[in-house]
């Protein structure tokens, strides 16, 4: 019988995304997320933070990322598993948001604008990202 060797454990990551539409559009913030640092437009939100549960994770994130205030999601929209060298097993949760107020003014330094695109523009450029963005 072999020993096996005790595994190193892997840091677990949870990232939430906050999909918010206006009419046929979709909220989308542009970062530097592309693999030499390309400006890129994404769906805005980010890690959970120790103790934080998704949903208050959510709304700070949207707030910080976009300037907006939002409820608790609605429903969730899709699960993700992304193992990349710079998530390794991370676990991504996008969800709708119906309820929101105020007005799009990012508070994050590293978004550098924020605003509504009609659905086909919005996937053509979320299409940008990599697979493991």
Do not use: C
């Not at 206006?22 to 994404?42: F, H, K, P, T, Y």
């Not at 992304?82 to 309820?99: H, K, M, T």
Request: charged share 25%; hydrophobic share 40%; net charge negative.
């Amino acid at each position: 019988m072999t020993v096996e060797e005790p595994k190193t454990p892997v840091p677990r990551v949870q990232l939430v995304i906050g999909i918010i539409r206006r009419g046929n559009e979709v909220l989308l913030v542009q970062e530097s997320l592309g693999a030499d640092g390309e400006i890129l437009w994404s769906l805005p939100g980010g890690g959970v933070e120790d103790g934080e549960l998704m949903h208050e994770a959510l709304r700070r994130e949207i707030q910080e990322e976009t300037g907006l205030l939002v409820g608790d999601p609605v429903r969730t929209a899709f699960l993700m598993h992304i193992d990349s060298q710079r998530y390794p097993s991370a676990l991504a949760v996008a969800f709708e948001i119906d309820e929101w107020s105020g007005s799009v003014q990012p508070e994050d330094d590293d978004i550098k604008q924020a605003a509504f695109f009609p659905l086909s523009d919005a996937l053509k450029l979320l299409g940008e990202l990599d697979s493991a963005t």
